[in-house]
């Protein structure tokens, strides 16, 4: 009878054929960050200095056995180049010159590399001053923009008057009257919750006829506004006015102290008085 293979044996020989058998590699995936740092030390240093020196010693080497064999005599080159370089020359002499180029090529590969860093370091020095003096520019034009704009800010007066031969709408008028010696586009005034002036608080723009421009020391006539006394309100009024000069430049929210009418005399007080 001739051998037979089981099933079991033919289902481990197609699984064989079909799935290659892995073994766990013995070399890691990754260098550690320190074998990293190390090797990229040896290369900056090391490496490619070590090719420049050996290509300079070869360059030299090759330029005399070239200048020994073309310019110099049989009797020169058979005692150069067969007797003093190759018979002459000890064993320990290639190591030794080994050795020196590594120590040359760490010499000046650090000094190289020190160099290299030092560029860096004062190029990052030199980006972050013009970095911080940058800064240091806007920080000073902010605040000589904001000295101007301060300056620039219009002194302003409010007055509330009242109406004389009136006897429709409301009864008196706010005016506002520019101190400041520049001229001003656009007035606008918000009044607050008050109960001289009303409960709820409301805006008015200075009327512009035919595009006025409002001048300096003169009173500009704002909106009617309803004035009624109260005795018990002592408090100032202030309202928050918004204006515009001709440079389209804006101020928002100056505070204006009202100055409010003085109150009526009764006739009782006159004939008192009297």
Not at 20 to 46: D, L, N, Q
Not at 223 to 228: E, F, K, M, N, P
Request: aromatic share 8%; hydrophobic share 40%.
């Amino acid at each position: 009878m001739g051998d037979r293979v089981g099933p079991g044996r033919e289902l481990l020989a197609l699984r064989k054929a079909v799935i290659p058998v892995t073994y766990p590699s013995v070399m890691p995936e990754k260098f550690s960050p320190a074998v990293r740092e190390r090797a990229g030390v040896i290369r900056r240093i090391y490496w490619r200095m070590s090719f420049k020196i050996m290509g300079g010693v070869y360059a030299v080497i090759s330029l005399a056995t070239l200048g020994i064999s073309e310019f110099g005599t049989d009797g020169v080159q058979h005692e150069l180049l067969f007797r003093i370089l190759i018979h002459h020359v000890p064993v320990w002499v290639w190591p030794t010159a080994a050795l020196v180029i590594v120590a040359v090529s760490g010499v000046e590969g650090g000094v190289q590399d020190g160099r290299r860093l030092k560029l860096q370091h004062d190029s990052a020095l030199t980006a972050q001053k013009a970095l911080e003096d940058g800064q240091a520019a806007k920080a000073l034009l902010k605040i000589e923009q904001d000295r101007w704009y301060e300056e620039m800010r219009p002194d302003l007066e409010a007055r509330i008057v009242k109406w004389h031969g009136r006897n429709f709408g409301r009864s008196h008028r706010l005016e506002v009257r520019i101190k400041s010696p520049r001229l001003v586009a656009t007035l606008m005034a918000s009044l607050p919750s008050d109960p001289r002036t009303g409960l709820m608080g409301h805006d008015l723009e200075a009327p512009r006829p035919g595009n006025a421009i409002f001048r300096p020391g003169m009173w500009v006539y704002v909106g009617d506004v309803d004035y009624a006394e109260k005795p018990e309100c002592d408090d100032d009024l202030i309202i928050r006015v918004r204006c515009r000069n001709e440079e389209r430049i804006r101020w928002d929210d100056i505070p204006v102290t009202v100055k409010l009418p003085q109150p009526a005399l009764s006739p009782f007080a006159l004939s008192s008085n009297s």
